[in-house]
Antibody, heavy 118, light 112 residues
């Protein structure tokens, strides 16, 4: 079964970078697409972007200048980096498998809550 | 960005009764392939989101047929024929036709 698990610091200072790891088991990240979604306090959800089986990426334009999604195929992990964070980046971050056939997410990680605060 | 307007914001339903959630998009969700990329997810309390329905009406594996999805172009509906206790949580629609993909604001289903 496909399983995803996010990890990373739960607290980041304003203006610093947020870095998260998604570890995938049960499926190779060299197949399919892999994405990040975040849920803000109050339920709003935002699609952040994804990385494909070939390493190409697609990002939400609202984040384009600050976001980077990369991967390490040897560890079957992919990563999120979000630069110059503010308190508005406080959210629960989820990694998920993106299905291009349906253009949605069929397997999700448990999520990691990240607070941006000094 | 495509705006997904989801109603109602909250819904209180007794067990065994039906429930319906609407999702309207600001643009047609028919893609160039002819497919309509409208999906529904449920986030139960304390859990991550789970896919219920994709491509408007296709149930994900293991999803009971009490759930159904319908609609076209800009107007979509999720129906639960008989609500069960396990159905409580926040329901979201998600459009995948246009980039960036966008979510509805969520509908919280509570048990009456």
């Amino acid at each position: 079964e496909v399983q995803l698990q996010e990890s990373g610091p739960g607290l980041v200072k304003p203006s610093q970078s947020l870095s998260l790891t998604c570890s995938v088991t049960g499926y190779s990240i060299t197949s399919n697409y892999w994405g990040w979604i975040r849920k803000f306090p109050g339920n709003k959800m935002e699609w952040m972007g994804y990385i494909s089986y070939s390493g190409s990426t697609s990002y939400n334009p609202s984040l384009k200048s600050r976001i980077s999604i990369t991967r390490d195929t040897s560890k079957n992990q992919f990563f999120l980096q979000l630069n110059s964070v503010t308190t508005e980046d406080t959210a629960t971050y989820y990694c998920a498998r993106y299905t291009p056939g349906a253009r949605d997410f069929d397997y999700w990680g448990q999520g990691v809550m990240v607070t941006v605060s000094s | 960005d495509v705006v997904m307007t989801q109603t109602p914001v909250s819904l209180s339903v007794a067990i065994g009764q039906p429930a319906s959630i609407s999702c309207k998009s600001s643009q047609s969700l028919v893609g160039t392939s002819g497919k309509t990329y409208l999906n529904w997810l449920l986030q139960r309390p304390g859990q991550s989101p789970k896919r219920l329905i994709y491509l408007v009406s296709k149930l994900d594996s293991g999803i009971p047929d009490r759930f159904s999805g319908s609609g076209s172009e800009t107007d979509f509906t999720l129906k639960i024929s008989r609500v069960e206790a396990d159905d409580l949580g926040v329901y979201y629609c998600l459009q995948g036709t246009h980039f960036p993909h966008t979510f509805g604001a969520g509908t919280k289903l509570e048990l009456k």
